[in-house]
Protein backbone atom coordinates (compact mmCIF):
# COMPACT_ATOMS: atom_id res chain seq x y z
CA UNK A 1 0.00 0.00 0.00
CA UNK A 2 0.97 3.48 -1.30
CA UNK A 3 0.12 6.86 0.16
CA UNK A 4 -0.12 9.78 -2.33
CA UNK A 5 -0.79 13.40 -2.23
CA UNK A 6 -4.17 14.36 -3.80
CA UNK A 7 -4.64 17.74 -2.19
CA UNK A 8 -3.60 20.95 0.10
CA UNK A 9 -5.54 20.99 3.18
CA UNK A 10 -7.56 24.19 3.41
CA UNK A 11 -8.57 24.15 -0.23
CA UNK A 12 -11.68 22.52 0.04
CA UNK A 13 -14.02 23.38 1.93
CA UNK A 14 -17.21 21.63 3.93
CA UNK A 15 -19.05 19.55 1.77
CA UNK A 16 -16.86 19.83 -1.23
CA UNK A 17 -16.23 17.06 -3.53
CA UNK A 18 -13.27 16.38 -5.84
CA UNK A 19 -12.11 13.85 -8.13
CA UNK A 20 -8.42 13.31 -8.69
CA UNK A 21 -6.55 11.18 -10.43
CA UNK A 22 -3.59 8.83 -8.76
CA UNK A 23 -1.44 6.27 -10.36
CA UNK A 24 -4.57 5.72 -12.64
CA UNK A 25 -6.93 5.44 -9.90
CA UNK A 26 -9.61 7.75 -9.92
CA UNK A 27 -10.70 8.20 -6.13
CA UNK A 28 -13.86 10.81 -4.56
CA UNK A 29 -12.05 13.05 -1.95
CA UNK A 30 -14.66 13.90 0.13
CA UNK A 31 -14.78 16.73 2.94
CA UNK A 32 -17.02 16.65 5.99
CA UNK A 33 -16.83 18.79 8.64
CA UNK A 34 -12.54 18.62 9.56
CA UNK A 35 -12.52 15.28 8.00
CA UNK A 36 -11.42 13.87 4.62
CA UNK A 37 -13.08 10.93 3.30
CA UNK A 38 -11.95 8.51 -0.20
CA UNK A 39 -14.36 6.50 -1.90
CA UNK A 40 -14.70 5.17 -5.76
CA UNK A 41 -16.55 8.11 -7.58
CA UNK A 42 -18.98 6.11 -10.03
CA UNK A 43 -22.01 5.20 -8.51
CA UNK A 44 -22.57 1.70 -8.05
CA UNK A 45 -26.32 2.26 -9.24
CA UNK A 46 -25.68 3.18 -13.00
CA UNK A 47 -22.18 4.71 -12.49
CA UNK A 48 -23.04 8.39 -12.46
CA UNK A 49 -19.79 10.72 -11.07
CA UNK A 50 -20.46 11.33 -7.83
CA UNK A 51 -17.78 14.27 -8.16
CA UNK A 52 -21.23 15.88 -9.18
CA UNK A 53 -23.15 14.61 -6.36
CA UNK A 54 -23.77 16.73 -2.83
CA UNK A 55 -23.17 16.01 0.72
CA UNK A 56 -26.43 16.28 2.84
CA UNK A 57 -26.34 15.72 6.84
CA UNK A 58 -22.96 13.58 6.23
CA UNK A 59 -24.20 11.37 3.76
CA UNK A 60 -23.00 11.44 0.13
CA UNK A 61 -25.85 11.72 -2.48
CA UNK A 62 -25.68 10.61 -5.79
CA UNK A 63 -27.97 13.16 -7.84
CA UNK A 64 -29.01 10.73 -10.35
CA UNK A 65 -31.10 8.67 -8.15
CA UNK A 66 -30.71 9.62 -4.95
CA UNK A 67 -28.93 6.72 -3.70
CA UNK A 68 -27.11 7.49 -0.38
CA UNK A 69 -23.69 6.19 0.98
CA UNK A 70 -21.74 6.64 3.66
CA UNK A 71 -18.35 8.59 2.81
CA UNK A 72 -16.42 7.08 5.43
CA UNK A 73 -16.75 3.40 4.40
CA UNK A 74 -18.59 3.54 1.30
CA UNK A 75 -21.50 1.66 2.76
CA UNK A 76 -24.75 2.09 0.70
CA UNK A 77 -27.23 3.70 3.19
CA UNK A 78 -30.28 3.97 0.88
CA UNK A 79 -30.46 2.26 -2.48
CA UNK A 80 -32.51 4.29 -5.43
CA UNK A 81 -36.58 3.52 -4.45
CA UNK A 82 -37.32 0.68 -6.16
CA UNK A 83 -33.76 -0.67 -7.27
CA UNK A 84 -33.40 -3.32 -5.08
CA UNK A 85 -29.78 -3.10 -3.03
CA UNK A 86 -26.46 -1.82 -4.76
CA UNK A 87 -22.90 -2.08 -4.04
CA UNK A 88 -21.18 -0.41 -1.38
CA UNK A 89 -18.41 2.39 -3.08
CA UNK A 90 -14.61 1.32 -2.26
CA UNK A 91 -13.50 2.89 0.24
CA UNK A 92 -9.85 4.39 0.80
CA UNK A 93 -7.83 5.21 3.87
CA UNK A 94 -7.41 9.05 4.21
CA UNK A 95 -4.87 11.68 6.68
CA UNK A 96 -3.68 14.72 6.51
CA UNK A 97 0.32 15.34 6.80
CA UNK A 98 2.42 18.24 6.28
CA UNK A 99 -0.82 19.87 5.15
CA UNK A 100 -1.12 17.41 2.14
CA UNK A 101 -4.48 15.17 2.08
CA UNK A 102 -2.88 12.01 1.62
CA UNK A 103 -5.03 8.92 0.39
CA UNK A 104 -3.81 5.60 0.63
CA UNK A 105 -4.16 2.81 -2.33
CA UNK A 106 -2.05 -0.27 -3.56
S1 LIG B 1 -26.74 6.30 -10.83
FE1 LIG B 1 -26.54 6.88 -8.75
S2 LIG B 1 -28.49 6.51 -7.95
FE2 LIG B 1 -28.67 5.87 -9.99
Same mark, same amino acid.
Given at each position: ?94 ? =? ?5 ? =????
Amino acid at each position: MTWYKVAKDGNMKDGDLAKVKVDGIEVLIIKDGDNYFATSYLCTHEEYDLSEGFMDNHELICPNHFATFNPKNGEVISPPEGSGSISPLKSYKTK =VENGDIM =VELQ
